[in-house]
């Protein structure tokens, strides 16, 4: 599996885009890149995937680089539950899901 | 529609003691998982069921055993309790596409053991 880089910690302003950067450089071409949050002590949540192509859901948007080595979760506007931790997974095919570090996002009112 | 559910939710064993974390899925899916998941830290992949009938460890696989019972249930067993297995336990299950990659994963609500 490729490996991921993402900052520890951020925050952001309750109302205003929050941007959470995740490097991937040696994502092979079958492989997906996947965010998923986990809320305080709760089980993580899905939010988006894609390939190559940008993708928006209810929830977010994923911008992945045309060489496909960083990609960025947009949360459009971030809200005081949107504080959790991040976690940005590369995988293919029917492989294992593996969670890095991921990144603690906090939402300041 | 449960989704994931996971059995106990809380648990306090003794050194030494035998326990067995239940794990059932409702979405037909193919693929299972555990992870442990220490204070503060991120979550670490225990076993892995690719579908029915086949195992494979994880990153953190020693000191625990799991069983894909059939395609609903997958359970994690632990022989012999250690201090250090003190942790919160996830299961986990997600699909297959026609294209033969996975959905995405859905997950339990967590067994919080505690080994004294």
């Given amino acids: 599996d490729a490996k991921t880089t993402q900052p520890p910690s951020m925050d952001c302003a309750e109302g205003r885009a929050a941007n959470l950067p995740c490097n991937h450089s040696t994502i092979s071409g079958n492989e997906y890149v996947y965010w998923y949050r986990q809320i305080h002590s709760q089980g993580p949540q899905y939010i988006i995937h894609g390939l190559k192509n940008n993708e928006t859901n209810e929830m977010a948007s994923l911008i992945i680089t045309e060489d496909r080595k960083s990609s960025t979760l947009i949360l459009p506007h971030a809200t005081l539950r949107d504080t959790a931790v991040y976690y940005c997974i590369v995988r293919r095919g029917a492989q294992k899901l593996v969670f890095g570090q991921g990144t603690r996002l906090t939402i300041n009112p | ?116």
């Avoid at chain 2, 648990?11 to 442990?36: E, F, I, P």
């Avoid at chain 2, 076993?47 to 395609?71: C, H, I, M, W």
């Avoid at chain 2, 297995?85 to 297959?96: E, I, K, L, M, N």
Wanted: charged share 15%; glycine share 8%; aromatic share 10%.
């Fill in chain 2, 1 to 116: 529609n449960a989704g994931v559910t996971q059995t106990p939710k809380f648990q306090v064993l003794k050194t030494g003691q035998s326990m067995t974390l239940q794990c059932a899925q409702d979405m037909n899916h193919n693929s299972m998982y555990w992870y442990r998941q220490d204070p503060g830290m991120g979550l670490r992949l225990i076993y892995y069921s690719a579908s029915e009938g086949t195992t494979d460890k994880g990153e953190v696989p020693n000191g625990y055993n799991v069983s894909r019972l059939n395609k609903r249930e997958f359970s994690l067993r632990l022989e012999s309790a250690a201090p250090s297995q003190t942790s919160v336990y996830f299961c986990a299950s997600s699909g297959r596409t026609e294209q033969l990659t996975n959905t995405e994963a859905f997950f339990g609500q967590g067994t919080r053991l505690t080994v004294v």
